[in-house]
């Protein structure tokens, strides 16, 4: 039975260590990307030379979840951002998860006014906060973007390694949505973007 035992667990091992490989060289691309599109966006608050100071937690597969997609139908309602210019926005729908054996939720939103483009068309928006605010990871929270044809019947899969920072956390005057009461975790969410390490920085309005 023991040599049973060892041998399956020889072939296991050599898969496992396969599949962590893939999601940890998947979740760098993204973030080679991510870092990319601050040097070609026309109102990015970045320069090549300030990329070095983003910073990002390792790789966690145990913050890539399967989530239930519940729809919604809710009202357009103003989601202020701290700039103090809100932004319209509709409850599109909610995602039921758990995160480390911990049952949790988080809203997902829709501009009404990126909805009239069509690049942006399928676009949602989830800004949430989380424990490891104004410790490791940005005071003001993270979001996560998503489209309407990543929900696969009625599940999305919702990996925080993806989450970032808005604009806000980089340099003054955007209008970054603060995300709403019903959006906190009363958990730390230890994967994604973290504190960016450079002083902040000014710019006008955007």
Do not use: W
Not at 51 to 58: A, D, K, S, V
Not at 61 to 68: E, F
Not at 83 to 88: A, E, F, I, L, M
């Amino acid at each position: 039975m023991k040599y049973i035992i060892n041998t399956l667990l020889s072939l296991l091992f050599p898969i496992a260590f396969t599949c962590a490989q893939d999601f940890s060289r998947e979740t760098l691309a993204f973030r080679d990307n991510y870092k990319k599109e601050f040097l070609h966006s026309e109102n990015s608050p970045l320069k090549k030379a300030d990329l070095p100071f983003l910073q990002f937690y390792e790789p966690d597969s145990a913050y890539r979840v399967v989530a239930k997609f519940e729809k919604s139908r809710g009202q357009s309602f103003e989601m202020p951002t701290y700039s103090g210019v809100n932004k319209t926005y509709v409850k599109y729908g909610t995602l039921k998860f758990r995160v480390n054996g911990k049952k949790q939720k988080l809203n997902v939103y829709r501009s009404l006014s990126l909805q009239q483009l069509a690049k942006y068309k399928d676009y949602l928006f989830v800004p949430f906060k989380d424990k490891t605010n104004g410790v490791d990871s940005y005071g003001g929270g993270r979001y996560i973007d998503m489209k309407t044809t990543d929900i696969k019947n009625n599940t999305y899969v919702l990996d925080f390694n993806k989450a970032y920072n808005p604009y806000c956390a980089y340099s003054d005057g955007y209008n970054c949505p603060i995300p709403p009461a019903e959006n906190h975790l009363l958990i730390p969410i230890a994967a994604g973007e973290k504190k960016f390490v450079k002083e902040h920085q000014e710019a006008s309005l955007k």
